[in-house]
């Protein structure tokens, strides 16, 4: 999904303005880049698990296969 898909889709489903769906998916983004260099794992509700390494690996919760 490109971020142009997500950020209609997020003003579809929540009515806000495209630059505000498109300032949070930088933020979550950002956010998620910033926890896998710092050695974190980040949990996606809903989608599954990053966890880091070289390279990141990918773990999608069971019902998301």
Do not use: Y
């Not at 880049?33 to 996606?44: C, D, F, S, V, Y």
């Amino acid at each position: 999904m490109k971020k142009s898909d997500l950020v209609q889709e997020i003003v579809r489903e929540h009515g806000v303005a495209p630059a505000k769906a498109a300032d949070e998916v930088d933020q979550a983004v950002t956010k998620i880049i910033r926890a896998l260099r710092n050695g974190r794992e980040t949990r996606l509700p809903g989608i599954g698990t990053i966890s880091p390494g070289k390279p990141w690996v990918f773990r999608p919760e069971p019902h998301a296969r």
